[in-house]
Structure formats: C-alpha cells, structure tokens
C-alpha cells in the first residue's frame, strides 16, 4: 500500500514538473517568431539544465541503490530535453554578444557536471552512499536556486501590482510539483529529494497568495482598458457624424449659392 501510495505521488509530481519545464515553450515561440532574444536571459534555462542533468544522474543505479529514484530519471529526463532545446534556440537568436555569453556560461556548467560525475563514479567504487552525498549536495545547491528565480518576478508583482508577468498555470505547477516532490522525498527518507521542495513550495503558496490579492486589479485594468477603447470608438464615431453633417451642410450651401449664381445670372440676362 505504502509503496503504491509513492508510486502514485511520484507519477503525479511527474507531470506537474513536465508541465512547468514546458512552460517556457510560449516565451520561445516569441523568439522564433521574432528571431531575436530580446531582453530575456539564458541563465534560468542553464541553471535548469544543470539541476536536470545532476538529479538524472542521482536516479541512476551508478549513484543510487539500482532503480530506487527511477521517477527522478524519468522527469530529469524530460526536462533535460526542454531546457537543453531552450538553450540551443536561445543561442541561435542571440546576438554575437549573446551567443558569447551563452558560452561562457554554459561551458563551465557542462565541466562542472561532468567532474561531478567522474568524481562520484570512480571516488567511491561500491559506495552509493557518498556519491548520493557528494552529487545531492550540489543538486540540492543548484535547485534551491532555480526554485529561488521566481523571487524577482514576485518583486516585480508587489511593485506594480499586476500578475501580468506572472502566469496563474506556472504558478500552480510550480507549487504542485514541489509540494508532490516534497510529500514523495519524506515519505522514501530523502533529503536531497524532499530539500529542493522545501524552498519551493513556500514560494508556489507566495506566488498563489500575490495571484488571490492581484487579480481583481489585473481585471479591473483590462475593464479600464476596454472602457477607454470604447469611449475612443463612440468620440470617432461622434467626430465622423459631425464631420458628415458640417460636409453635408457646405454642400448644400454650395449648391444654394450656385442656384442664386443661375438665377441671378438669369436676371441679367432678360
């Protein structure tokens, strides 16, 4: 029953976490659209990567007891494919400059993961305990600052008060897939599992509350918004009549001066 129950969360907590790693997919599709970058920043989709290629690697029988953290080798798995997409889209709209800064960034990252991993693999021969260690610690590091990321966002809520950059479906994945990550690490006695969600869960139920307290002002300006449009419509409206009858008037002016012209001309005449 037990085992079940985990089963069950850990499947859940799946597809919350694919749903947040395809969020991104509308900011790209703008990028492609537009073949430019503009003022985004590659380093969340870096730092993304690197959590995503560290906890794939934990899942793994190299670090892990045989399949004991399969659900993590399956969605790690997933979203190493996004972000990785995210990444190589990113680099081929940016800028020389970007693509440059995508380097610098990116190459460290790759070294980094990849000296974890030979570290992990070959320092402790036969001891899944302390490569768990040495690669959860730094997964653990590297998650608590992605999850951390939302924070400047949040900032941004409070200070304008709108959820305009802030979408209601990222929201509530982000918090479902580290409260289900969170059930799902206590209940297998995992630290480097349930500690990322630590953090991240106390920020989804933050994100959620600035969603309950803003969105009544987010209608309100799209209410305003509409109105002035509406009100824009009726005064074009209200000047195009008026600019009817004052031509219509000239007009009729115009041939009543012509008719008195004619008659006049007439006159003279006789």
């Known amino acids: 029953m037990a085992e079940s129950v985990r089963m069950a969360i850990a499947v859940i907590g799946n597809v919350a976490s694919v749903a947040l790693y395809a969020a991104p997919t509308v900011t790209f599709k703008r990028v492609i659209r537009k073949k430019s970058t503009e003022e985004f920043s ?7 990567l690197l959590n995503c290629l ?10 892990s007891n045989k399949w004991e953290n399969f659900p993590l080798v399956t969605v790690n798995g997933v979203g190493i494919a996004f972000e990785l997409s995210y990444v190589l889209i990113y680099f081929c709209f940016a800028s020389p400059k970007g693509k440059v800064k995508v380097a610098i960034i990116a190459i460290p990252v790759l070294i980094v993961f990849s000296a ?14 302390h ?8 997964g653990l590091g590297v998650s608590i600052a992605m999850y951390a990321s939302p924070l400047v966002v949040m900032k941004k809520v409070i200070q304008s008060k709108s959820v305009e950059f802030m979408p209601l479906p990222l929201s509530l994945c982000s918090f479902l897939a580290s409260s289900l990550w969170l059930t799902y690490g206590i209940l297998i ?17 933050l994100q959620l509350v600035l969603h ?8 309100n300006m799209e209410q305003q918004k509409g109105d002035t449009i509406e009100k824009l419509d009726l005064e074009k409206g209200t000047l195009a009549n008026n600019g009817d009858l004052v031509g219509k008037g000239n007009s009729e002016n115009s041939n009543n001066n012509l008719t008195n012209l004619t008659n006049l001309s007439n006159c003279n005449s006789s």
């Open 42 to 48: 590659c380093i969340p989709y870096i730092v993304a």
């Open 54 to 63: 560290l906890f794939t690697w934990y899942g793994l029988p190299v670090v």
């Open 116 to 129: 974890i991993a030979i570290a992990s693999a070959f320092a402790f021969p036969g001891d899944h305990r």
């Open 131 to 138: 490569r768990k260690l040495l690669v959860g610690s730094v």
């Open 189 to 205: 006695r995992d630290i480097f599992v349930a500690g990322p969600s630590v953090v991240g869960t106390p920020l989804g139920i």
């Open 212 to 219: 309950c307290k803003y969105w009544n002002r987010k209608n």
